[in-house]
Protein backbone atom coordinates (compact mmCIF):
# COMPACT_ATOMS: atom_id res chain seq x y z
CA UNK A 1 0.00 0.00 0.00
CA UNK A 2 2.85 2.35 0.82
CA UNK A 3 4.02 2.14 -2.87
CA UNK A 4 0.55 2.67 -4.71
CA UNK A 5 0.37 6.22 -2.37
CA UNK A 6 4.17 6.86 -3.70
CA UNK A 7 2.80 6.38 -7.19
CA UNK A 8 -0.23 8.38 -6.53
CA UNK A 9 1.89 11.67 -5.58
CA UNK A 10 4.05 11.23 -8.21
CA UNK A 11 0.96 11.12 -11.07
CA UNK A 12 -0.35 14.09 -8.89
CA UNK A 13 3.16 15.95 -9.24
CA UNK A 14 3.18 14.75 -12.88
CA UNK A 15 -0.16 16.16 -13.77
CA UNK A 16 -0.03 19.30 -11.42
CA UNK A 17 3.58 20.27 -13.24
CA UNK A 18 1.38 19.66 -16.38
CA UNK A 19 -0.91 22.27 -16.10
CA UNK A 20 1.23 24.84 -14.53
CA UNK A 21 3.49 24.77 -17.51
CA UNK A 22 0.21 24.86 -19.71
CA UNK A 23 -1.22 27.77 -17.68
CA UNK A 24 2.36 29.62 -17.83
CA UNK A 25 2.30 29.23 -21.82
CA UNK A 26 -1.20 29.99 -22.17
CA UNK A 27 -0.90 33.23 -20.23
CA UNK A 28 2.45 34.53 -22.00
CA UNK A 29 1.78 33.67 -25.87
CA UNK A 30 1.01 37.53 -25.93
CA UNK A 31 4.22 39.02 -25.33
CA UNK A 32 5.97 35.07 -26.28
CA UNK A 33 7.09 36.08 -29.39
CA UNK A 34 8.10 39.47 -28.89
CA UNK A 35 10.12 38.09 -25.93
CA UNK A 36 12.43 36.62 -29.53
CA UNK A 37 13.33 39.89 -30.51
CA UNK A 38 11.68 40.61 -33.01
CA UNK A 39 8.07 42.69 -33.48
CA UNK A 40 5.17 41.04 -33.35
CA UNK A 41 1.42 41.58 -34.35
CA UNK A 42 -1.00 40.29 -31.64
CA UNK A 43 -5.11 39.95 -32.62
CA UNK A 44 -6.41 42.06 -29.47
CA UNK A 45 -9.82 40.03 -29.41
CA UNK A 46 -8.27 35.87 -29.89
CA UNK A 47 -5.07 37.15 -28.22
CA UNK A 48 -3.14 34.79 -31.25
CA UNK A 49 0.02 35.95 -33.29
CA UNK A 50 -1.04 37.43 -36.90
CA UNK A 51 1.02 37.44 -39.98
CA UNK A 52 -1.47 39.82 -41.57
CA UNK A 53 -4.32 42.17 -40.62
CA UNK A 54 -7.91 43.25 -41.54
CA UNK A 55 -9.29 46.22 -42.36
CA UNK A 56 -10.72 47.62 -39.03
CA UNK A 57 -10.06 44.94 -36.36
CA UNK A 58 -7.44 45.75 -33.31
CA UNK A 59 -4.62 44.75 -32.88
CA UNK A 60 -1.52 44.77 -30.40
CA UNK A 61 2.08 45.45 -31.82
CA UNK A 62 5.04 44.68 -29.78
CA UNK A 63 8.22 46.31 -30.34
CA UNK A 64 9.67 42.94 -28.93
CA UNK A 65 12.95 42.41 -26.47
CA UNK A 66 15.75 43.74 -28.44
CA UNK A 67 14.24 47.34 -29.16
CA UNK A 68 15.90 48.89 -26.23
CA UNK A 69 16.10 52.68 -27.22
CA UNK A 70 18.85 54.43 -25.13
CA UNK A 71 18.26 57.55 -25.46
CA UNK A 72 14.30 57.70 -25.34
CA UNK A 73 11.44 57.71 -22.77
CA UNK A 74 8.94 57.02 -25.68
CA UNK A 75 8.59 55.58 -28.56
CA UNK A 76 6.72 56.74 -31.79
CA UNK A 77 4.66 54.17 -34.14
CA UNK A 78 4.36 54.77 -37.71
CA UNK A 79 1.93 53.18 -40.35
CA UNK A 80 3.39 53.81 -43.64
CA UNK A 81 5.03 56.94 -42.26
CA UNK A 82 1.78 58.02 -40.68
CA UNK A 83 1.82 58.33 -37.30
CA UNK A 84 -0.29 56.08 -34.87
CA UNK A 85 0.78 56.99 -30.75
CA UNK A 86 3.44 56.92 -29.09
CA UNK A 87 4.32 54.78 -26.10
CA UNK A 88 6.22 55.28 -22.80
CA UNK A 89 9.57 52.65 -23.11
CA UNK A 90 8.88 50.67 -19.48
CA UNK A 91 11.13 47.84 -19.87
CA UNK A 92 12.46 45.09 -22.34
CA UNK A 93 9.21 43.58 -24.29
CA UNK A 94 6.68 46.26 -23.01
CA UNK A 95 6.26 48.30 -25.60
CA UNK A 96 3.26 48.38 -27.40
CA UNK A 97 0.65 50.19 -29.08
CA UNK A 98 -2.50 49.56 -30.11
CA UNK A 99 -2.90 49.32 -34.46
CA UNK A 100 -6.70 50.12 -36.45
CA UNK A 101 -5.52 49.13 -40.11
CA UNK A 102 -7.35 51.59 -42.20
CA UNK A 103 -7.34 50.41 -45.42
CA UNK A 104 -6.26 47.83 -47.17
CA UNK A 105 -2.58 47.01 -49.18
CA UNK A 106 0.79 46.48 -47.86
CA UNK A 107 1.49 48.28 -44.40
CA UNK A 108 4.67 48.54 -42.70
CA UNK A 109 4.70 49.14 -39.29
CA UNK A 110 7.60 50.93 -37.64
CA UNK A 111 8.64 52.04 -34.11
CA UNK A 112 11.10 54.86 -33.62
CA UNK A 113 12.64 55.16 -30.22
CA UNK A 114 16.05 57.74 -29.44
CA UNK A 115 18.15 56.58 -32.31
CA UNK A 116 16.82 53.28 -33.10
CA UNK A 117 14.07 52.18 -35.52
CA UNK A 118 12.62 49.04 -36.51
CA UNK A 119 10.00 48.08 -39.30
CA UNK A 120 8.04 44.85 -39.89
CA UNK A 121 5.75 44.78 -43.09
CA UNK A 122 2.26 43.55 -43.18
CA UNK A 123 -0.41 42.62 -45.73
CA UNK A 124 -4.27 44.18 -45.38
CA UNK A 125 -7.33 42.69 -46.19
CA UNK A 126 -10.89 44.20 -46.28
CA UNK A 127 -13.36 43.37 -43.72
CA UNK A 128 -15.79 41.34 -44.49
CA UNK A 129 -19.14 43.09 -45.46
CA UNK A 130 -21.34 43.84 -42.39
CA UNK A 131 -18.60 43.76 -39.65
CA UNK A 132 -18.54 46.54 -37.48
CA UNK A 133 -14.78 47.91 -37.38
CA UNK A 134 -12.90 48.88 -33.73
CA UNK A 135 -12.72 52.41 -32.95
CA UNK A 136 -9.05 53.47 -33.24
CA UNK A 137 -8.25 54.31 -29.29
CA UNK A 138 -6.85 57.41 -28.46
CA UNK A 139 -3.03 57.81 -27.94
CA UNK A 140 -0.33 60.04 -27.29
CA UNK A 141 1.15 61.78 -30.76
CA UNK A 142 4.45 61.02 -32.17
CA UNK A 143 7.71 63.28 -31.30
CA UNK A 144 5.93 65.00 -28.28
CA UNK A 145 4.89 64.29 -24.55
CA UNK A 146 8.48 64.58 -23.37
CA UNK A 147 10.09 61.86 -25.94
CA UNK A 148 13.55 62.06 -26.04
CA UNK A 149 13.50 61.11 -29.53
CA UNK A 150 15.91 62.64 -31.90
CA UNK A 151 16.06 61.74 -35.31
CA UNK A 152 13.36 64.22 -36.97
CA UNK A 153 12.47 66.07 -33.98
CA UNK A 154 14.69 69.32 -34.78
CA UNK A 155 16.74 68.73 -31.69
CA UNK A 156 20.28 67.90 -32.08
CA UNK A 157 21.54 64.63 -33.17
CA UNK A 158 22.99 62.69 -35.89
CA UNK A 159 21.12 61.51 -38.88
CA UNK A 160 22.98 59.03 -40.17
CA UNK A 161 25.43 61.22 -41.98
CA UNK A 162 27.48 61.70 -39.39
CA UNK A 163 26.27 65.05 -38.80
CA UNK A 164 24.85 66.97 -36.39
CA UNK A 165 21.49 68.32 -37.75
CA UNK A 166 19.10 70.87 -36.31
Request: charged fraction near 10%; charge should be negative; glycine fraction near 14%.
Amino acid sequence: MHRDARTMRHINWGATTLALAATITALSTTTAAASLGFPVLIDAATGAEVGSAVVGHAYTYYAGINFQPMLASTADFYDNGQCIGSAPISGPGALQITWVPAATGSHTLTIVGGVKEISEKYDVTAAPAGSTPAQPPKQPGCGGGGSANLIGSGSAALDGSGSAGL
